[in-house]
């Protein structure tokens, strides 16, 4: 053991040296005037020829080293490769932005993804790591005894891990359109490529080693901005401790803003359009004509004063972009009134928990919090991705370790999300707000050419009002190092960064996925026999087939992406959560219980989400399915359903048959009682 | 396969210590932040008591308490002379 770890530790240090050189190196070039461009070239093409080396040099045609890293991945290296495989690129690009525009709310992402390794560390990955096989359904199927367990689970694998790889992979295709300026379809497919280098020759074996360096970029990029960015504010480097006094800034400035008359105004307006547009959607479809109408008379005017002709084709533009259909107009016109009546609403105090007027308001935004937090946790501990991590120490002593190491290095990250947000609000509150127009900082209108910050003057005065801003939640952190004023490369460390993120993730769901295929469904439900040569090939092919699938989805860019990503907990939470606890804590749950409890809770859980989420779902041919949702509770939390009666299924059923025969009750002594299983 | 007492006293052990810890851990998830309202009037490095543990309080704490299960396990593991495969270094 610990002369294996002294090797490592050196070629890590000088791998993060010569990282470091690599961005000295570049931030000198850029002073001589290297072009932007080539900086974001340099550190796409440097990172992933970077994992593309360690994938080559990790290859392996051994089984055990193909699906679980040969099981003897030290606990530290174990936890860094956790936190690349767990931190996506919601977690590096969105959560920021989360807690910038929600404030308390967004905390529930923070609690909900730390919070669910306490589930992970004190119920399950001890007896999975004891249990020691290659997949999560391997230990369904073991506990349970019989191929619908495992089947079940393999479903329930695939269907969760594939709406977050596509997730990770549309999170590429942004990043090197954004900093590399390829087409976005041209990104996916280099993120394509970045990934299967990664994963396909070496698979668990070469994404370990991936993860552990792509953790050091991604941790380092998340810190340096920020970090920055306080010892400029504050004159301490250290966010994490000074954000709660700019945070107190931020209050004060809050006071004076929300209360300010220009803002006042500026929301009244906001809610008068909201208010012009549920008034078109109620009168349609004769709104649409009269829209048509009114644009046609304006154009003909135009034309007859002979105005300039570009007012005309604006004008003609916007005819042409007219919905076509009256239930495109409705689905256009909601959406623009939602936008409208968000702008026009009145803004929360950023540390207020539950924020908004009357009790009901306030108690709706509590079970939804709390409901968001149990979903997130629940789904963090079942996630299979993230479980088969703790295959791969060499010891379940190790493996309680790496959870411990998994969460501290998780947290380096988490504890520092809040202060971008305060940092960020700050900026905007104390030098963006009420600023002319005319005189814009850089920033804002750099991110505003590609659409992620814009500015309305609806009440013309020409100063920016807050209810005038509205911000792609992302940009709060890729704008935090112009916002500091600092050099182009820092930015490009940061997309770095971001796609150490997002490329880790994507390896480890891929490979997820693939093994849940090829070992589960392939070689123990179909071919038994299959040789270890012929599995490794089913599993490179199917590793394959899938991530081209995800990239093709992921290049046709799905609207509801976001919303998909925290479906993936509520998924993956109702269908393996209790089938898992159970089978280790309670030694009465049968097969038919366990089976029928997944199903139970993945199906409710599906409803719910349908429901309350989508009123039709066209290219099936349903509509008016949509539901006032239970309690208040939004779909993001579906999972609190399906998580109850999936417990509430596998017990009752399990009660109503026989109790498990004896070799079960043997399998779960093995997993509880260390020695018993070690001849 | 026959129990042994000490095998059962070993897995009441461990379940008291994992009950120990998951209230720990329920508390601050969820009463605490139940009463996030009612925690805005002390305040903790700047910040509202309320959204204080929920940025910084709670992840801490569940960090603790990981350490703590690993350490306190793995003493029991020695105690009860379970041989894991691992020398420990």
């Known amino acids: 053991m610990a002369d294996y770890k002294v090797p490592l530790r050196r070629y890590y240090a000088s791998y993060t040296a010569g990282f470091f050189a690599f961005v000295v190196l570049l931030a000198v070039l850029e002073r001589y005037g290297m072009p ?86 004190l119920l399950l990955a001890p007896y999975l790591r004891r249990f020691g096989q290659y997949t999560i359904p391997d230990f369904l199927a073991a506990r349970y005894g019989g191929n619908l367990a495992r089947l079940v689970g393999v479903f329930a ?65 998340y810190l340096v901005p920020v970090t920055i960015l306080s010892y400029q504010v504050t004159g301490v480097p250290i966010p994490q401790l000074t954000y709660g006094q700019v945070l107190q800034q931020v209050q004060a400035l809050e006071e004076t803003i929300f209360e300010d008359s220009a803002e006042r105004e500026a929301r009244r307006l906001f809610r008068e359009r909201a208010d012009a547009y549920y008034e078109r959607i109620l009168t349609l479809p004769e709104s649409l004509d009269e829209a048509r109408r009114s644009l046609t008379m304006r154009i003909d005017e135009l034309k007859s004063d002979n105005a300039q002709m570009r007012e005309v084709v604006a004008l003609e533009r916007q005819r042409r972009e007219l919905p076509k259909t009256s239930e495109d107009a409705r689905n256009y016109w909601e959406s623009q009134m939602r936008k409208a009546a ?39 501990a079942a996630l299979p991705h993230v479980l088969t991590r703790y ?79 509205a911000l792609n939640p992302d940009v709060i952190l890729l704008a935090t190092p112009e916002i500091a004023g600092l050099p182009y490369v820092i930015s490009g460390l940061v997309a770095a960064g971001a ?48 991530a081209v699938l995800a990239a093709s989805v992921a290049s046709q860019k799905p609207a509801t992406i976001l919303f998909m990503v925290a479906w993936a907990f509520s998924l993956a939470g109702s269908a393996f959560f209790p089938a898992l606890i159970l089978g280790v804590f309670w030694k009465r749950a049968t097969h038919a219980g366990a089976v029928s409890g997944m199903l139970v809770g993945l199906l409710l859980t599906i409803y719910y989400m349908v429901r309350v989420h989508f009123d039709s779902i066209p290219w099936l041919g349903i509509q008016g399915i949509g539901m006032e949702p239970w309690l208040g509770i939004q779909s993001t939390s579906a999972g609190v359903w399906g998580i109850a009666a999936g417990f509430l299924t596998i017990i009752v059923v399990s009660l109503l048959g026989k109790p498990p025969i004896q070799e079960t009750q043997d399998f779960i002594e093995s997993v509880r009682y260390p020695e018993f299983d070690r001849w | 396969m026959k129990l042994e007492r000490k095998h059962r006293d070993y897995w009441r052990r461990n379940l008291r210590l994992t009950a120990v810890l998951l209230t720990v851990w329920f508390l601050v998830s969820f009463v605490v932040s139940y009463f996030a309202r009612d925690l805005a009037a002390f305040s903790f490095l700047g910040l509202p008591l309320g959204f204080y543990m929920g940025a910084q309080g709670a992840p801490v704490i569940y960090l603790l308490i990981i350490w703590w299960y690993a350490r306190q396990m793995n003493q029991l593991d020695r105690e009860y002379g379970v041989d894991d495969g691992e020398s420990d270094d």
């Not at chain 1, 997730?167 to 379809?185: N, P």
């Not at chain 1, 150490?500 to 849940?516: E, N």
């Open chain 1, 36 to 121: 932007p461009r080539w900086i974001g070239y340099s550190f796409l093409l440097l990172t992933i020829f970077l994992y593309a080396t360690i994938g080559v040099l990790a290859r392996t045609t051994s089984v055990a080293e193909y699906y679980v890293a040969g099981r003897r991945v030290p606990a530290v290296y174990n936890g860094m490769a956790t936190g690349a495989d767990w931190m996506s690129s919601a977690s590096f690009m969105g959560l920021a932005g989360t807690l910038y525009l929600s404030g308390y709310q967004g905390l529930a992402y923070v609690m909900g993804w730390t919070g669910g390794y306490v589930l992970v560390a």
């Open chain 1, 157 to 221: 694998t695939v269907l969760a891990s594939f709406v977050y790889v596509v997730a990770q992979i549309y999170g590429v295709g942004l990043i090197t359109s954004r900093f590399v300026g390829l087409q976005f379809e041209i990104g996916v497919f280099v993120g394509l490529a970045g990934i299967l280098v990664c994963s396909f020759l070496g698979g668990m074996r070469a994404v370990t080693w991936t993860q552990v360096a792509q953790y050091a970029i991604l941790i380092v990029a």
């Open chain 1, 342 to 380: 968000q702008r026009g609403a009145a803004p929360e105090h950023h540390t207020t928990p539950y924020p908004g007027n009357g009790e009901a308001v306030n108690e709706t935004a509590r079970v939804n919090f709390l409901t968001l937090v149990f979903c997130l946790m629940i789904g963090t």
């Open chain 1, 391 to 469: 295959y791969t120490t060499p010891s379940v002593r190790e493996t309680r370790r790496s959870v411990f190491w998994s969460l501290l290095f998780i947290l380096a990250l988490y504890l520092t999300a809040p202060a971008y947000a305060a940092f960020v609000k700050f900026e905007i509150y104390s030098s963006l707000v009420g600023s002319s127009l005319a005189q814009l900082p850089l920033w804002v209108s750099s991110w505003g050419k590609i659409g992620m910050v814009s500015i309305e003057d609806i009440n013309g005065d020409g100063l920016v009002q807050l209810a005038e801003l």
């Open chain 1, 499 to 546: 796609l150490a993120a997002a490329l880790s993730t994507a390896d480890g769901l891929l490979l997820t996925i693939a093994s849940a295929l090829s070992h589960d469904l392939y070689y123990k439900i179909f071919r038994p026999k299959a040789t270890t040569q012929w599995r490794l090939v089913v599993s490179k092919s199917l590793l394959l087939v899938v």
